[in-house]
């Protein structure tokens, strides 16, 4: 599954170039709101060892099954694990026809955010030192600029001819791999504070 998505990041990544790019989205309240929810959202997993174990399994094995254990993992039905990515998905979309982000490459959007930083909820407390937090959102960033271009390859997917179950697969890789990846950052800031 990891170069499954790796190679969709690659191809969607390597065949995008970034010329005249606006790169203002990241005060748009809309980015804003969406970059908010998928932290929400992946930051907020249920069952570690579930995701860990949906995350070593092969995306041309993904079924429906598979949709119910990751909407589980995350403590969500199936109807709301669809409504969410959908609702994401929608969005994403709009704001890649705003602002052509599908031509930026992940370094540039992580870059962007790492950047700009007060523009979003970010999971801190007042005992975090800043430098565990700069850390923990700078691990963050980046992980989640991948997980957009994926998000922007699954989109890009023919429903008609992979079928939806494989194209929700695809959306659930994703899934799978930016809450690993956020738990991973999470961890890193866990022992970044306790040093």
């Known amino acids: 599954m990891k170069k499954l998505i790796f190679g969709l990041i690659a191809t969607v990544v390597f065949g995008n170039l970034s010329f005249g ?20 959202f992946y930051g907020n997993v249920k069952d570690k060892e ?9 995306i041309k094995d993904w079924n429906e ?31 890649n026809s705003r602002y052509y982000i599908d031509r930026l490459t992940s370094e540039e959007i992580s870059d ?3 950047a700009n930083p007060t ?4 999971p801190q407390n007042q005992t975090q030192s800043w430098g565990c937090s700069a850390m923990y959102w700078g691990c963050s960033a980046g992980a989640f600029s991948l997980a957009v271009i994926a998000e922007i390859g699954c989109a890009a997917l023919d429903v008609e ?3 939806a179950t494989r194209v929700a697969g ?3 890789a994703v899934a799978v791999a930016f809450g690993s990846a956020i738990m991973a950052c999470q961890g890193a800031r866990d022992e970044c504070e306790k040093n």
């Open 21 to 40: 790019q606006d790169k203002n989205f990241v005060n748009d309240k809309d980015f804003i709101e969406y970059v908010n929810k998928e932290f929400k």
């Open 50 to 58: 579930l995701l860990k174990k949906l995350s070593e399994s092969n």
């Open 65 to 95: 099954e598979s949709t119910t254990l990751l909407a589980k993992a995350f403590g969500l039905s199936d109807d709301e694990l669809q409504k969410h990515i959908l609702s994401q998905n929608k969005m994403l979309q709009t704001l």
């Open 112 to 114: 962007i955010l790492v």
């Open 119 to 122: 523009n979003f909820d970010l």
């Open 161 to 163: 001819t992979l079928g």
């Open 170 to 172: 695809c959306y659930a």
